[in-house]
């Protein structure tokens, strides 16, 4: 596809926590879709990740590239107001502007203790949790947001774990865990409210169960092997792979009437069903259907009709 054909060629985003999973399918697939993405973590090559694993957001920026877009990774705790800061101060001096923040920060999986409440799970792994999950959000929004909507149409995307509608009702692993999830979904709702004055729309959205590079190594898997996982978990067989969820950011931000989600809670499944795209493998597995219908109501494994 030309450059003049890619949907997103001209326009700039920033994928805050794009070193793995959800954060790198997304800066991947706003990169094939033409748009320079700025890909930001903790995790470098000259940086080892906390969590001893070996992606870097050089790799993403690289994949972002080679899927035709133009990736630039930068080192950014989002944690560290003044880093944040630095990083849309030069993405203003770069760029000019920005049209799409993404804000995928987590890396709380090592934390959450499944199960315990919360006077049996460790508190100080506990209040971390809620650091990475909420102060960064906000930390990200309060500096990059100032930016988004200095030219109209922008779009700002929380990712979180769930609908507002399935965790409302759903109690989601610890109470810990189960706030950082709820509160990336209302962060969705109530940046809306406030980017709806300047021609911005805000969006929660969730991926599925996500073969993500850890969700694979944890069953001793690969991508092209997953379906091996199934004889130790059945209704993995709804999963859906990083690249499912960046299809429907994608879509989002080549929609002209994208202002229609404003506020709005939303998933990767439910997207695919309005705008057509699909998973890698050519299916658009609707995981979170499939966990109410299925999965939570004790039934056996069976994905026809949801994939």
Do not use: C
């Not at 794009?18 to 995790?43: D, P, Q």
């Not at 133009?70 to 800061?85: C, K, M, N, R, T």
Request: proline fraction near 5%; avoid cysteine.
């Amino acid at each position: 596809m030309s450059a003049e054909k890619l949907p997103l060629a001209g326009k700039v985003a920033l994928v805050a926590g794009a070193t793995r999973g959800a954060g790198r399918g997304i800066a991947i697939e706003l990169g094939a879709a033409g748009a320079t993405v700025y890909a930001t973590g903790r995790t470098t090559r000259e940086q080892p990740s906390e969590y001893r694993r070996p992606e870097t957001i050089e790799e993403t920026a690289e994949l972002v590239t080679a899927a035709g877009g133009v990736g630039i990774a930068v080192a950014v705790d989002h944690l560290v107001p003044s880093q944040v800061e630095r990083l849309v101060d030069r993405i203003r001096s770069e760029q000019g502007g920005l049209d799409v923040l993404v804000n995928d920060i987590w890396g709380g999986e090592h934390l959450t203790e499944w199960g315990k409440p919360v006077w049996e799970h460790d508190l100080g792994k506990g209040l971390r949790i809620l650091r990475l999950a909420i102060d960064t959000h906000l930390i990200t929004a309060h500096y990059a947001l100032p930016l988004l909507i200095e030219r109209p149409g922008g779009l700002h995307v929380e990712l979180t774990d769930g609908t507002t509608e399935y965790n409302a009702s759903n109690y989601r692993i610890s109470p810990f865990y189960d706030l950082a999830k709820v509160a990336a979904n209302r962060m969705g709702w109530v940046h809306a409210q406030d980017l709806a004055k300047h021609d911005a729309t805000s969006v929660a959205l969730t991926p599925g169960w996500m073969r993500s590079e850890m969700m694979l190594d944890h069953f001793g898997v690969r991508e092209d092997s997953w379906r091996d996982a199934l004889a130790e978990e059945p209704h993995f067989a709804i999963s859906e792979t990083p690249r499912f969820v960046g299809r429907a950011v994608a879509a989002l931000a080549t929609d002209p009437d994208r202002a229609r989600w404003n506020g709005s809670s939303t998933s990767s499944g439910e997207l695919a069903k309005v705008y057509g795209f699909s998973d890698v493998d050519g299916s658009r597995p609707d995981a979170w259907r499939y966990m109410v219908e299925v999965q939570d109501a004790g039934k056996p494994a069976d994905v026809a009709g949801y994939r």
